[in-house]
């Protein structure tokens, strides 16, 4: 069993930065590709950005986030962060934290074994 939690949300205005964390339990974590997705009001939940268990191995992001957020792991705080900077209001949403054995069902299908409560990101204009 796996517990997410969510931190790090807030209001910040366009061209800013936020870096949110997931804090996972379990001692068993570092077996796990972690990942983000968001929700927007009146919006299906959708992908942003995955990493593999293995330290150092490849990232996925979706095309909207390229460059400017940044997916990154520490496998001894058993936590997952994302780094997003320059900002947009398009951004506003609530992102989710997100655990799964298979980096395929985090990057393809959203069919994930573990969600966090997740976290309300808001970017003013």
């Known amino acids: 069993q796996v517990q997410l939690v969510e931190s790090g949300g807030g209001l910040v205005q366009a061209g800013g930065s936020l870096r949110l964390s997931c804090a996972a339990s379990?001692?068993?974590?570092?077996?796990?590709?972690m990942g983000w997705f968001r929700q927007a009001p009146g919006k299906e939940r959708e992908f942003v950005a995955a990493?593999?268990?293995?330290?150092?191995?490849?990232?996925y992001y979706t095309d909207s986030v390229k460059g400017r957020f940044t997916i990154s792991r520490d496998n001894a705080k058993n936590t997952v962060y994302l780094q997003m900077n320059s900002l947009k209001p398009e951004d506003t949403a609530v992102y989710y934290c997100?655990?799964?054995?298979?980096?395929?069902?985090?990057?393809?299908?959203?069919?994930?074994?573990?969600w966090g409560q997740g976290t309300q990101v808001t970017v003013s204009s």
């Open positions: 379990g001692r068993t974590f570092s077996t796990y590709a």
């Open positions: 990493i593999n268990w293995r330290i150092g191995s490849n990232t």
């Open positions: 997100a655990a799964d054995k298979a980096i395929y069902h985090l990057r393809e299908t959203g069919s994930v074994d573990y």
